[in-house]
């Protein structure tokens, strides 16, 4: 199987491509659930998770008659829309602070005065 990189709790990483590849053999009848685990020393369980992910996206895409994105990239973008939304709320803050001044300055004729020299 190769070097496969693990995250820090020891826990090793499968990339999409080998995850996609595994179901795909047992989807052809290449192999069982049981004979992948033991061959590959993975756990039956989380090949039977790769099946079950994999054919739910497949469902979904084909339903939805669209691309199905992984959930990495909708959460980055999720992330993305919120960093946004706070930046244009400053940004609403900051006009209506500046609206709120002009019309202080406009009301004031002392300030006015001052302000056109």
Known sequence: MGNVPRKADGRRVFNPDFKQATVQRILTGEKTVAELSRELDI?????RNWKR????GAATGVAA??????ASHLREAYARIRELERALGRKTMEVEIL???QEIVKKTPSLRRESGR
Not at 53 to 56: D, G, L, R, S
Not at 65 to 70: I, K, R, T
């Open 65 to 70: 008659n669209e691309d199905v994105v992984p």
């Open 53 to 56: 992910h994999y054919e739910a």
């Open 43 to 47: 756990a039956a369980s989380v090949i």
């Open 99 to 101: 609206r709120t001044a």
